[in-house]
C-alpha cells in the first residue's frame, strides 16, 4: 500500500520541530479526513526520552499509558505488542541512528512494515510511518503515525486522501504541529489574496504584513536590498509568465534595520481549480550564505587589495566581453618602476602599503560595474576600462598624476601598456600578454609611460619575434658576415682606418641592415655574443692580412656597455689578440657616447685596465649624449668620432658651424684623435679640412664593403681615393700631407 507523504512532499522542512505535548493536550484535534488512514499518531523526541500521542483510534488497538517514557513505551510495545517475529526487526528500526540514515536517502518519510496484536488478540499487519520532525536542539524529533493494513479501504479513499495531503487541506495538524515549529516560513497565496502567512515572517522582517502578499511588502516598504533588486525581478518575470516554481536568494531587512540573507521559494498548487494556488517558503541563510561568501572572497580576491586574482579576472573579462561584444573596452597593464628597491630600501610593509593604495585609487576612478580590476602578481596590475583610448589616457593620467605625489621620500612612477579589445573572442589572458608587450616598449622611459599595442607593435612584435627565432642559429652557421668602412684622410686620400660593421646575409631574406636587428640585439642581450663574434672575425682579417705581408690600418669594433658587467673582460680581449699575435692597438674598442648616463667606478677601473694593457678607446656618436664633457673629461679615451648631425649642421648654418668647429677645437687641445662621420659631399669634407678635422669616414667615399673587397681597396691597388682640387688647395694652404699617386676612382 501506498503510503501518503506529509501535506508538502517535497519540503521535509515543513514538518514538526518542537515537541506538541501541549497541543496534544486539547489544543490540537485530529483531523477527520484521515481517521480513516492512521489509527496512532505520536510524536517522539529521543533526546529527551518523550513521547506524546497526538491521536489515537482506540477501536482496535488499546492506547498506550500516557505516564510512560519514550524507551518504556517502546520497551511495552516489543513485549507486549510487536509480534515475537518482528520484534528485533521493529527494534532496530526504531532507533536515530537508523532513522537518520533512512532519511538520508528519502529525506520525506520511512516506513516499516510489522505485525503487532489487536485488542482481540490477534495479529495486524500494520504499516509504521515516520516523518522527520527537526527539533530546534538534537534534531532527533519524529512524528510517528501507524496505519493498519487489513482495514478495507477502496482505492477511491486513497486517492482522495493523497489529494488531501498534497493540496495542503490538514491546516490544524499542518500549520500547527508542522509550519509553526520550523525554521522554514511558510505563506500561500491565491491570487492576490493571502491565504497563510507564518506569524514568524512579520515577527522577523520589517513592513506591514496585513493581509498583503509578501513579493509586494517587500517591494513596496523598501524591505528588499536595493542591490538584488534584479534577482528580485527575474524570480517575478518567471512568476508572471506562468513558470511553476521558482527561488531566489535576496536581503531582506529585519525589524532592527539590519539586512539578512534570505532564501524564498514559490511552487504553484494544482488544485483542479481555476484560481492560481502558490505556496512559498522562506529560510533564513544569512550565516551560511556570508560564510559562502568570504569563502568565494578568499578564493576569487587578493588578500592584501581586494582586487581580484588572476584567474577570476580572467574568467570575469572573458564572460564580460562576450556578453557585451559591441561595447567598447581596453586591458590595461602596468606596474610599479624601482618596486623591488622600494621593498629592500623601506620594508615589507611600506611596499604593501602603496600596493593597497593604489588598488584604492584605482577602484575611485571606475565608473560602472563593468570595469573591474585585479592583481596579476607582485606590484602588476590589471584593469578593464568601458570606452575607448581616451577614456584609458584619462585613467592613466589620473593614477600618474596621484602618485607623483604618493611620497616625499621616494618616487612612484608606473608603466603602463594598453590593448584596445577589437575581436570579443580574444581570450582575456591573451589581450593582458598583449598589453605587457606594449608596456615593454616604454617601460624606463623618461618621457612617455604609456603604448598601445597597435597594428604598427604588432608588426614590429612579429619581426623581432621572427629575428629571435632565428638569431641563434645564424650565429652557429655564420650567417653575420663582416663588413668594413674605410676611415680617409681627407688631404691625401688614403686610408687610414676601418670601422667593423656587421650585416646579416639570411639565407632567404637576402642580406639584412643592421638596424632591423641591432637594436632588439641590444635590449635581449644578444649583443655580447654578436660583439664577440665580430671581435674575433676581425682578429682573423686582421691576422690573414699580416701573414700576406700587407701593412693594414686599425678596425674599431663596435663594444656594448653591457660588456662592462663583466669583470672577465680585459682578461677576454687580452687571450684574444695573443691568439692571433696582434698588436693590441690593431683592434681600436668604440663605445657609443649616448649610452653612458653615469660614469661608474667599475667601468672606469675596466678601462683603466684595458687601456694599460695598450687597448685604444673611440668615443662614438659624440654629442648625442647628455653629458659628453664629463665623458670626455673622466674617461680615458683616445679618438672622438663626431656624430653625422655635426656635420650637417656645421654646413648649413652658422651655430652649427661654431658648435662643430670647437668641438674639433676641445678634442686636439684633449690631445685627441677626431673622424668625423657621416661625411657624404664634398662640401662636407672641405668644411672638416678647414676645421681642424682630416679624417672622415661616410659615403663620400665609400659604403661599407666586405673584407675581400676591402682588401683589394686597401692593399692590392695601393692607390688612394680621388682628392677634389678645391680640397687639395685646401691642404696645401694648411700644410697637410696629400697623395701624388693615380687615384682609385673619381666622383
Known sequence: MKIPPPANRNNSASLPKGPLAAEAAGEVS????????YFDICLI????????????????FAPTAPQLSLSEKLGKDLAELVHPDDAERFACFLTPQALQKSLANTPTFTAQALRIRAMDGAYHRVQVVVFPAPGRGSGQMYLVCTEDLEQPQTADAISHENEVLQRQKLDALRYKAVVDHTRTLVFEWSGKDLTYLSLRIPELLSGNYDGRNPFDVWREDDVLYVGDMEAFDTCLARLALGIRSGEMTIRLRRRDGQYIWCKVTYTKLDDGESNERYIGTLNDVDAATRSEQALRMRAEHDPLTGAYNTQT??????????????????????????FKAINESFGLEEGNRLLRGI???IRQR???????FARLTADVFAVCLTGGSERSLHFVQALSLRLDHYSDTFRVKLFFGICPVENPRTPAHILCDWAYLAQKTVKGSDIVNFAFYDDALRKRLHEESYITDQMYEALEKHQFKLFLQPKVEISSGRIVGAEALVRWQHPTDGLILPGRFIPLFERNGFIMRLDAYIWEQTCITLRTWLDKKYDPTPISVNMSRLHFNDDDLPSRLVSLMNKYNLPRHMLELELTESAFFANEPRLVRLMDELRAAGFVFSMDDFGTGYSSLSTLRDLPFSVVKLDRAFISDGTTNQRGQIVARNTIALAHDLDMSIVAEGVETKEHARFLLNSGCNCAQGFYYSRPVDTAEFEVLCFVQEKAFWVHPQLKADAIRLGLPISTEAPIREY
Open 359 to 361: 588598488a584604492r585609487l
Open 45 to 60: 523526541d529521543f533526546e529527551a526520552d518523550v513521547f506524546s500521542s497526538v491521536y489515537h483510534n482506540p477501536a482496535k
Open 30 to 37: 485530529y483531523p477527520p479526513d484521515l481517521q480513516s488512514r
Open 313 to 338: 579576472f580572467f574568467e570575469k573579462i572573458d564572460k564580460l566581453i562576450k556578453s557585451r561584444p559591441n561595447e567598447q573596452y581596453c586591458i590595461l597593464r602596468f606596474d610599479v618602476a624601482g
Open 366 to 372: 571606475l565608473i560602472s560595474e563593468k570595469e573591474i
